[in-house]
Each structure stands twice: as C-alpha cells, then as structure tokens.
C-alpha cells in the first residue's frame, strides 16, 4: 500500500512523460502537491457545510478520512480527492427544513449505503447497463434539474447583501477569466476571499465566534435519524453519483492512457462507504472532485502519494475548531454570489452532456424527456402522500427515466421509432 516507485530522479518530469499512480517525486514535491490538492478542493467542499448548516470541521474530517478510505479500497489504483458533493444540497437543504439535521444525515447515509451497494453490483456485471438505463439525454436532464432547482436557495443569500454577492459574482468570474494554472483552478477560492474582504469592510462578519474558539479539539458531532418518508428526496442523487464516479475513472484512465473501467465498483462502493461514514457523524457527503483532476492534468502527478499527503493534510486542518469557526463567519451575501456560479455550472454541465453526448433534439422523445424534466425541477413540484415526500428533484428523475423510456418502447412498437440510439459514455460531472 505504502510503496510507491521513485520518478525518474524524483525532482523532474520529462515534457512528455507523466507520474504514474504507483510512482512518486522526491517526498518534498510530493508533500507541496498533496496540499496543492487541498487548495484546490478547499473553496467548493467548504460551502456545502455552509449552506446545508453541517459543522464545516467535521466535513473535512470526513473529507479526509473518506479519500483515505477511496485510496485503500481501489488499492492505491486510482488517484482521487472525495469532496463535498453539491448534488445533495437540495435533499438535504428540504430535509432539514421539514424535520431536522438528523433526518437530512439519515438520508444522507442511506444514499451512501446505497451507492456502496450498487457498487458491488457493478463490480458483479458491469457497466453496460448504465448507459442502457441513462443515456446522455437522461443523464444530462438529471444533473441540469438539480443545479437549477437550486435556484432559489442562491437568489434567497443573494437578497441578503446584495451589492456583496454581486462583487463575489463577478471576482469569482473575472479570476476564472484572467488565471491560468492552480490559480484559475481556484478561482471560487480566490472569489470567495475578495467578497470575504468586502463584507469585513461593510460590516457584515462577525469575528467573535472565532475568538471564542479553541485552536485544538475535536470537531463537533452529530449523529443521523432515519425518515424513511424522506428517502425518495435522495435517492435520485445516487444516478449522478453514479456519473460522477465513471466519469472520473473514465477521465483518470484517458489521461493514465490505462482501461480502469474494472475499477468503477470499487470506487462506488468506496465513496458511498465514505459518504456513509461522514454522515455516520455529522459531516457532509463525498464525491470525486473535478478540480482535483485539473490539478492532476495540469501538473502531470497522478501519483496517489500525493493524495494520502492531502487526506491526511486535511484531517490535521479539521482538528482545528478555530478553522471551522472561522469559516462559518463567511456571510450569506458572498454565499449568495458564488453559489450564483456553482449552481449554474451544475446546470450546465447536464446539457454539457447533451452536447458531448450529441443529443438529437429533433427527436420527440429527447425533447420531451428533458424539457418535462427541467420544468419539474425548477418548479420544484411536490408531491406529499402516505408520509412520503417527493420534492421537484426525485419528481423530475423519475418524469425522465419514464418518459424516456416510454416513448423509446412505444416508439419502436409502433414504428416512429426507427432509428438505434448509438452507444454513448456518461460524462463525468464537475463539483464545484
């Protein structure tokens, strides 16, 4: 597990050459791109604790513990970071306005539990039946509902500080525009921090909770309660987990030049352990991170050293209840502004996959299948019955797959249907 082969002579790497995830560089490079990898998930992972209201400590615990967990069990193959996973925002945003945070961890565990669960099945049979079950367009709608269902909750910490969250909108979008490298990676950082500094100048923050905290101790706990009548909110999150995790072991063995498809069931199995295990405790759901594989592409280093060196920067971090205090100062204007932009990009990247998964919107099916599914979500239609909830999210989920599949079979029988769908990837999704 612990032993990693020495690049080259571990200071350079060849313009054309990569570092494997069984090699290193000297331990010094190694240990600075480790926290390279913190920085880079820090922004994103952070203000899921915020908007959800769960102890921003506890989710980098967890984060940490999570991408240690993902590293043992894929055996060092496969170089991850588990962030927070914007997917669950809304479930979680709903369930804890209806019944408490407890209730949102329960569900939060289940779905991990769940995903653990689907994950042993891939590893049994595949992954073919993915694409069969949620091809581009349904995949595409699922992930563009839950970014703009989200709407709301973003304008409503906008309405807050108006002019705040404007200037974090826009800091956010010009360091994207103006950054390459690490710095346009984490440019939510960088937008973060400039719509910080201009609400500590109109008086918006208030530092006493973080001089009140101690520099040393445990992060703050809270254990799950279990609504099952909660559970239908969460377990279409588990569909885009399931994109999320294929198209990181897709990206991972692109730029690898490696076939790493027989690792997508433990990679499954791995983050729903670790989203179990976080929400086991009171900290945030995990998912792979895109802007970790940015890193990875832009420095060559697909060693997975460097990943034990940033789970284990951030556990270090989390023990540190002066951090968490400090970071749950930031106030709703610059939420406000920056979750403008994140959501937004979750949006995009479903009809992203629209695009890369060449959707024909000239098809009935197609159109009907996405737009039906985007209007229930961004409505946000609700269906209450029998002690069960069915918010704009698993309402929408279920509008795509069976409307999808519905006209595709209806279609085929009766001959309006005559042209096979090609075979088609599911597109990895990007957090943050």
Not at 53 to 64: A, I, K, N, Q, Y
Request: charged share 10%.
């Amino acid at each position: 597990m612990f032993r990693w082969r020495l690049h080259g002579d571990g200071r350079t790497i060849a313009p054309d050459a990569i570092v494997l995830p069984e090699e290193r560089l000297a331990w010094p490079l190694t240990i600075g791109i480790g926290a390279q990898h913190v920085v880079a998930m820090f922004g994103a992972t952070f203000l899921v604790p915020l908007i959800t209201g769960f102890p921003p400590s506890t989710t980098l615990l967890f984060s940490g513990i999570g991408t240690l967990l993902f590293l043992t069990i894929t055996r060092n193959r496969v170089p991850s970071y588990l962030g927070s996973s914007f997917a669950f925002i809304a479930p979680i945003t709903a369930a804890t306005q209806s019944h408490s945070m407890g209730a949102a961890l329960g569900g939060v565990m289940i779905t991990g539990l769940l995903l653990a669960a689907l994950g042993l099945l891939v590893q049994r049979i595949g992954t073919r039946w993915i694409t069969v079950l949620m091809p581009p367009v349904v995949m595409g709608s699922i992930v563009a509902l839950i970014g703009f269902n989200l709407a709301p909750t973003a304008y409503e910490n906008f309405q807050e500080s108006a002019l705040t969250a404007t200037i974090t909108l826009f800091a956010v979008v010009l360091c994207t525009a103006l950054f390459r490298g690490l710095l346009g990676r984490v440019s939510v950082l960088l937008g973060v921090l400039i719509g910080y500094l201009v609400a500590v100048l109109r008086g918006e923050v208030d530092f006493a909770p973080v001089a009140e905290a101690a520099w040393f101790g445990l992060p703050e706990f809270h254990h799950p309660t279990f609504q099952l009548g909660l559970l239908p909110m969460f377990l279409p999150v588990v569909l885009v987990l399931l994109a999320e995790n294929v198209g990181h072991v897709t990206s991972v063995g692109l730029m690898t030049h490696r076939n790493l498809d027989h690792m997508v069931g433990r990679t499954l199995s791995s983050d729903g352990l670790a989203t179990a295990l976080s929400a086991g405790f009171g900290g945030s759901p995990t998912t792979t991170y895109g802007e970790n594989i940015g890193v990875m592409s832009a420095t060559r280093v697909y060693s997975t050293a460097a990943y034990w060196v940033a789970g284990v920067v951030a556990i270090g971090l989390s023990l540190s209840p002066k951090v968490g205090a400090a970071i749950f100062t930031i106030p709703p204007g610059v939420l406000g502004g920056v979750t403008f932009v994140l959501y937004g990009l979750i949006g995009i990247v479903g009809v992203r996959m629209w695009v890369d998964g060449k959707v024909d919107f000239s098809r009935p099916k197609n159109q009907f299948t996405a737009g039906v599914a985007l209007v229930v979500g961004i409505a946000n239609v609700t269906w209450t019955f029998g002690g069960m909830e069915l918010t704009g999210i698993a309402l929408g989920t279920l509008a795509t797959l069976i409307i999808y599949h519905l006209m595709n079979r209806l279609g085929r029988a009766t001959g309006t249907e005559l042209v096979r769908e090609p075979a088609e990837a599911v597109e990895p999704v990007r957090e943050g």
